[in-house]
């Protein structure tokens, strides 16, 4: 069995050489549960050789590098969006050349079709690239590495991906998750560019086992139920595997991942499930292609867990990743009554079907159940049927009043631009929903998501029924990489027809003005954090800097002069007492609670810094994965400074620092910072 390199305390000091990792950019508050659960499921079935790696907390303002909508309204359809980036990336590779994209005229023509900034999705790539060049030379040993792509990482994972295959002793990879699973012609460009070995279908966690366990003992890979494969000749092959029962699956091994560097809102949030798959078959959605069918798990398994996570890891707050959690209806209700009986007091949110009465709304609340998503999507009878929703716009009010009058916030999901949804249709869904958000100020938002076909929906496979015609990429495109083409040909660009174009743009807009647009930003982003400090970020700043007024003004004068500025942000650099440091930086399982032999250092994500208030000298402390700045007390700063010059045991902090009856001794400040992800264990 392969072993980990293990520090002088026999714990895991380095990168294990077999990992699951995710690449930004991609949206979650919490631990990535599909990694979470694929080491659960290795762990309990005898094999921990895994660790984790999560490059999005490094960054974690990383731009979508493909937008849905055009900018003058186009719908571009979700299977390879950035296919134009794609190409020359395995291009690029397939030549020996530099990965990422050079900022071209090439590159800004497909900016500015999406309505995209330029400057910061090559800065964001660059700096992606950049981050890959300096830290994977340090790992020494890299064998087996899987990845889980949703459509937004999918470019940023072949990028990974490359960088890997460029190692001296490239590393076996494998890819799987929504992405690969719902869209074919992504899973055969990865395998045949080389990046990937092994795609992953569906949920994977036996494949997972079962593809290790071969490539370990030496035996072909090829053939795997839950894979697709390239074969010698080219062709590719493909074996489905039985679904796995959700009952029976163990606790996701959340001890293998930095829990502390997900908080949000203050908040220790952890995923969780009470079911996999999906009741329904709308029309729009893509969940059976990954999940294939609704799998409920029992109340008093979702129960037990939930109080494992709570209890081994301090979850305060429970992100359900079920597609629906009223998909059986008792079952959500047995699991409320559960959490009452037994007093776990953490709070919850997931997705609903617009199905729910005051009653089991108000049993909710009790339990802790804080948000619900639901999917509305239209409040017009006529388009519910088109979308084969299975459901009535009475029925979806009223569920929307049963959660806000119970105290649940909500978000309503609506759709502009579905095909056959007239102007009159969708204005009387925004009227009702502006009448219940005037209602309940500040208990309900809306969250826009206008109709994209891709092609794991039912709509893709019948696209002329619905009114739409296909369109596939330019000429110029598909040039870009003639090794590919015959697969980039199969792939549709976006869709004409009906309710598309200005119309669904200008649906988008009414409801878009609900909400507030950000703004693409350039050169270096500076964020407040206490009167007269910022901090800085992208550019020369790198990862971030804590910087103060006057440093500010000056880093701003520069942003003409490139050397110029990168040797001021040095200089601001070496005046911080830690900086943020990258993914080889070591870091240790988490667990609770902490022995004396346990050896801390800082948190890789912190950076910290001297400072000058109106109330005195103080340390800064800034979490840049959780967006967090603390002022500590002068204790605690001497903590985190004996702790940034040296990685001690608790022990030795335990023996070093103050005591007194109303003085914590430095052991258990550090033991504190450990919980608030300012310091990690080694």
């Known amino acids: 069995m392969i072993q980990p390199d293990l520090d002088d305390h026999g714990r895991s000091g380095t990168l294990r050489p077999n990992l699951l990792c995710t690449v930004p950019p991609f949206a979650s508050d919490a631990p990535p549960a599909g990694a979470a659960s694929l080491l659960g499921y290795l762990k309990a079935h005898g094999c921990d050789d895994f660790g984790f790696l999560d490059l999005q907390l490094w960054q974690r303002e990383f731009p979508l590098p493909y937008a849905l909508v055009g900018a003058f309204g186009e719908s571009f359809v979700r299977e390879v969006a950035e296919l134009p980036l794609v190409l020359r990336l395995l291009r690029a590779f397939d030549e020996g ?116 366990e071969a490539w370990r003992c030496g035996r072909s890979t090829r053939g795997i139920a839950g894979t697709m494969w390239r ?117 919850w949110s997931g997705f609903m079907r617009p199905d729910m009465d005051p009653q089991t709304a108000r049993l909710l609340a009790r339990a802790g159940f804080a948000m619900a998503f639901v999917g509305i999507e239209s409040l017009d009878d006529a388009t519910l049927d088109l979308m084969q929703k299975r459901a009535t716009s009475e029925r979806g009010l009223g569920a929307l009043e049963a959660f806000l009058q119970a105290g649940i916030e909500v978000q309503a999901g609506v759709i502009p631009g579905f095909p056959g949804d007239s102007r009159a249709a969708f204005l009387k869904t925004v009227q009702a ?162 022995e004396s032999g346990d050896r801390v250092t800082l948190s890789p994500f912190v950076l910290a810094r001297r400072a000058s208030l109106e109330q005195g000298e103080a340390l800064l402390v800034f979490d840049l994965a959780v967006r967090r700045l603390a002022i500590v007390p002068d204790e605690v700063g001497q903590v985190i400074e004996a702790i940034a010059r040296q990685p001690r045991t608790l022990g030795q902090l335990q023996a070093q620092g103050p005591r007194g009856r109303d003085r914590a001794s430095w052991g258990e400040i550090a033991a504190s910072l450990v919980e608030a992800g300012m310091v990690v264990e080694l």
């Not at 460029?166 to 560019?193: D, H, M, Y």
């Not at 074996?239 to 996701?252: F, I, K, Y």
């Not at 598909?478 to 980039?488: F, G, I, N, S, V």
Request: proline residues 7%; negative net charge; glycine residues 10%.
């Open 231 to 347: 074969e010698d000749d080219g062709s590719f092959g493909c074996q489905e595997r039985p679904l796995l029962r959700v009952r029976e699956l163990p606790l996701p091994a959340f001890e293998k991942m930095p829990v502390p560097s997900y908080q949000s809102r203050g908040m220790r949030i952890l995923p969780h499930q009470l079911s996999r798959g999906c009741t329904g078959s709308c029309s729009f959605c893509s969940e059976w292609g990954f999940w294939r069918s609704f799998r409920p798990d029992s109340a008093e398994h979702a129960l037990e867990q939930a109080g494992e996570l709570r209890e081994r890891f301090g979850a305060q707050f429970l992100q359900f990743t079920d597609s629906l959690l009223n998909g059986h209806f008792g079952r959500l209700v047995q699991f409320a009554e559960g959490l009452l009986e037994r007093g776990l007091g953490v709070g």
């Open 433 to 594: 929903l502006l009448g219940l958000r005037e209602r309940y100020a500040g208990r309900l938002q809306l969250n826009v998501e206008p109709f994209v076909v891709s092609p794991g929906q039912p709509i893709f496979r019948d696209l002329q029924r619905y009114g739409l015609s296909p369109v596939g990429w330019d000429e110029p495109v598909l040039d870009t990489a003639p090794k590919y083409r015959d697969l980039a040909e199969r792939i549709v660009c976006r869709v004409e027809g009906a309710n598309q174009g200005m119309e669904r743009l200008g649906q988008l807009r009414i409801v878009n003005a609900w909400s507030e647009g950000r703004v693409a930003p350039a050169g270096i982003d500076f964020e407040e954090l206490t009167e007269g400090w910022y901090f800085a970020s992208g550019g020369a700043a790198g990862a971030g800097l804590m910087v103060d007024e006057g440093e500010r003004e000056r880093l701003e004068s520069l942003v003409a002069d490139s050397q110029a500025l990168a040797r001021e942000a040095r200089l601001v650099g070496e005046r911080h007492l830690a900086l943020p440091r990258g993914p080889e930086a070591a870091v240790g399982p988490f667990r609770l609670p902490l």
């Open 97 to 212: 050349r530099p990965l990422a994209p050079a900022r071209d005229e090439a590159f800004d023509a497909y900016c500015q079709e999406r309505a995209l900034n330029p400057g910061r999705l090559a800065r964001a790539l660059a700096g992606l690239d950049g981050l890959l060049a300096s830290f994977l030379p340090t790992v020494a040993r890299l064998d087996f590495v899987g990845f889980t792509v949703w459509s937004s990482n999918y470019l940023t994972t072949l990028l990974t991906a490359a960088h890997l295959k460029r190692r001296p002793k490239p590393p076996f990879v494998i890819a799987g998750g929504p992405q690969v699973t719902e869209s074919e012609n992504s899973a055969r460009l990865a395998l045949r560019s080389g990046l990937v070995d092994v795609v992953v279908l569906s949920e994977g966690e036996q494949t997972l086992l079962e593809l290790y």
